[in-house]
């Protein structure tokens, strides 16, 4: 019985690139400028988000729904102790009204208390610096990407989560009201 | 319609109506002739008797006168020549005229007058023999003799007139009879010639047309028999050779019989041996049943352990679901923990490369979670096939059982059979060897079958022959009564 073969040697394959990771040292791993991405799909098409521009992730996280004359506002959430507006990122790329399931909140930073309703998440991934090029005017959705990272089996769009919140501001007008 | 015999028979018996009557009349022609010509002669006797009496007086008379005058006896022998005479000449004349009255009635009254005119010349005689010629003169002067003789020849006219006239009528009547015979004959014989001769022509005709209707018919019927000949003899012919064919066919069929009873004999043997078969059979079929129902109950077995076997798998779905829950939220947290080791400067790099491997391990957790759900997966399904193959293998061996059953059955129906077969091949056996008695039977009746066909063949060439001469003579037949149809 070979069937578990491969198992017990992505096992050893696991183990032995984890304790690599430790023994190589950190000027051969920042030799080449990289960045973060969380691959995400909004209706079937792909996008990424850069992970400095973000403050965290959870999952599984119970949203209220509140009255909004904002149809991108899904609700509020308690997260780490804190209420945070939830909107979605499909209806806020411009794909219509939100979904009905959330799998993942992305969370925009700790200044501002907005989470980003996201359905379908597909991992976190390192990509080299050349891998992202600026956005075209075709890519570019209601103003919110302004690059593209290329993958292997793709052309992603990179989200702008800062222009997503100042578009969230405009939109719920509290832009104007700091104006 | 009148036959042949009656036409001709037809026509003789009016020719032989007409030869008589014809000859009636002519007999009663000729009768009738011959009493005329009877009575004629008779008439003619009495006129000749009348004659002589009369004849007889005068010689008398003439004696008288003679001895008268001379005295002489010798003038007076025509007187005593008559005088003897006349008796007997009145006599016969009056028998002659029996059947006549006046003339009997004459006859009287010249008897008397006869009788006083002899007696007046016997006086006279004597008177002349006593020599008194004087008075004898006187007395013949006296005309008394005269006038008795007038008288005499009075009656004897009137005698002879009646005759005569009976003499013509009689005449008349033979010319009458005579012409009645004539014409009879005449007109009778061409009635009996025409008569004859339409009744020759009628039956002639008639007969030539029913004979020669007849000849064709038997012209017609002697070709058709010669057809009919023909063809009877041409079927002898071949029911001859398809007599000879059956005998030979039926010589095989003897020979076949005989096999047949061999065969069945060696049928009823192998049927003998089959049925020690099928029994033997029947018992291996039972043991294999028994094997069947052990299979029967360890596939049982194993669907209930490939069921459990399923329901192990969901359960590992399940804590696999469960794993992949903990590895998606240890990812998610080395996210989180990467994005805080980020924010918390230089010192939290050696913390982001840890959770940067933790999120690394979270995600070949991930992975490998859902390969493991792969085949999870993978294995239900096969379990769901091998169950279900189980469950057909189960069928196939309750089918299996259930048609062990039923061969079972059949072996016991077929040791039953064969039972029967033995009997029945043993019959068989008893009735080829009856039936090859009786196939031998027929080829010896077939074999006199096939001389009395060669015997019809034979007759029907004689049959053949007679209708070839009988069709000739048919023609010959119609040649003489129809010429001209024969032609």
Redesign the interface.
Known sequence: MNDSAPVAEGLVELRGAFDRSFAVARSSQGADQTEDLLFVRVARDPYAIKVGEISGIVSNTKTVAIPSRVSELLGVAAVRGSFLSVYSLAALLGYGPAGDSVRLLVLCGPREPIALAVRDFEGYFRVSSRQIHAADQNEAARGCVKQVVRTADAVRAVVSIPDLIELIGTASGVNKSKE | MWTLGRKIAAGFTLSFVLLALIGVVAYRSVNTLSATSYKVAHTHEVLEHVANLLGLLKDAETGQRGYVITGDENFLEPYRTAVNGIDKVVKDLRQLTADNPNQQKRIEQSESLIAAKLAELKQTIEMRRKGAFEETAKVVRAGEGKKLMDDIRRLADEMDREERELLKQRAEEVETAANSARSTIIYGTLACLVLVTAAGVFITRSLGGQIGMAVRHVHSSSAELQSVANQQASGARESATAMSEISTTISELLATSRQIAESAQRVAHVAEETAVAARAGTRTVQETHESVSGIKRQVDLIVTHMLDLGKKSQQIGGILEIINELA??T??L???A???S??AGEAG?RFA?VA??I???A??VGG?TK??RT?IEEVRAAVNTTVMATEGGTKAVDLGARQFGQVTDALNQITALLGTTTEAAKEIELSTKQQSTAVEQVNMAISNVAKATKETEASSTQTLQTATELSSLSRDLTRLIQPTAAA
């Open positions: 998606e939220q990812n998610i080395a996210i989180n990467t994005i805080e980020a924010g790099k490369a940067d491997e999120r690394k391990l995600d070949r490998s390969e493991i085949l």
